[in-house]
């Protein structure tokens, strides 16, 4: 995914990832880090068949702007995972604001673009169709992502939505089941081909709530962005979550929004969100062979070893122990 870097009239330095053609029939798997004039990047691939699959991780050397263009005519799924970024199309069309946890699909058809780094920090999941692959996939679809096929089709750059999203737990879940796939060869190419698809599908349903809420609590925008500001912090302090009701002064909210509108809007418990989290987490954690079962439980915030166990094996169907 080729970078270009505009050094306020001190020149360019293009940043190249030398990816091989997304067709190949077989799994192709690379991960590396990357040094540039703007910063530091560990970037690791997954491609195949017309699919590709990107997780990035950028240290900024400070707030940059960057000139971007893809290599083929894809249609993207961006995932901002952390950090703040705008993206502004060259020829003039909307910002499209990227936060942490927000996402959005976007055709820019090989236009380029400028993007600026609001924040030293960024990491990104981003899933790129072909778009031959993305018309057989959509052909019999719903209505969200028909319309948007259409655009595709007829070669006219478009956004899904005209402001980005924030990402659902569903869709949390299924980049980590992506990214920690222990699965290999063909068997690994088949689990990532149909998160694909399931991404694509909980695209369009994010869409639609998004857009189309049936909301009984959640009604404004500030309500939205109040939430996301609370599944943030949790994110951020899952060893020691704070109380509900510390949260929602946090938030600027009433307990009762909090409580209601984080399942609302997140189809899941405040409490339920931070014990996904962390097990999601853990199974970070056990790849480091220096931490023990019960350190890791510790940091967590598990209040036994047993208690750990029990959770992550209900979730991963496997013991922390099996699972290192």
Not at 221 to 250: G, I, V, W
Request: contains cysteine.
């Amino acid at each position: 995914m080729p970078m270009e870097w505009d050094a306020a009239g001190n020149g360019r330095q293009k940043l190249n990832t030398d990816e091989p053609d997304i067709y190949t029939p077989q799994l192709h798997e690379n991960s590396s880090e990357v040094s540039a004039q703007f910063g530091q990047g560990k970037i690791s691939t997954w491609q195949f068949d017309g699919i590709r699959m990107i997780r990035s991780d950028w240290e900024y050397n400070s707030r940059s702007q960057l000139t971007w263009q893809t290599e083929a005519d894809m249609v993207h799924l961006h995932f901002i995972l952390k950090g703040d970024l705008v993206m502004e199309p060259v020829e003039g069309k909307t910002p499209l604001h990227f936060t942490t946890n927000t996402h959005n699909m976007l055709y820019n058809k090989m236009v380029p673009g400028v993007l600026n780094i609001q924040e030293l920090e960024a990491s990104a999941f981003i899933l790129q169709f072909s778009k031959e692959l993305f018309l057989q996939l959509t052909e019999h679809s719903d209505e969200v992502l028909q319309r948007f096929a259409d655009k595709v089709l007829n070669g006219q750059r478009s956004t899904l939505s005209p402001r980005s999203m924030p990402i659902t737990l569903p869709m949390q879940q299924t980049i980590n089941a992506i990214l920690h796939c222990g699965y290999q060869g063909g068997i690994k190419k088949m689990f990532l081909y149909s998160k694909a698809i399931e991404m694509l599908v909980l695209e369009a349903a994010a869409y639609q709530e998004y857009h189309h809420p049936k909301n009984s609590v959640v009604r404004t925008a500030y309500d939205r962005d109040r939430l996301q500001f609370a599944r943030e912090h949790l994110a951020q302090n899952l060893e020691n979550p704070p109380t509900l009701s510390a949260l929602a002064k946090l938030a600027g909210l009433n307990e009762y929004k909090l409580k209601h509108g984080f399942k609302e809007l997140f189809h899941t418990t405040a409490f339920g969100f931070v014990a996904e989290q962390r097990l999601d987490l853990a199974r970070t954690y056990l790849l480091d062979q220096h931490k023990t079962i019960g350190e890791i439980a510790n940091m967590l915030g598990y209040s036994s070893i047993q208690h750990f166990s029990t959770a992550f094996k209900k979730k991963f169907g496997c013991s922390p122990n099996k699972a290192r």
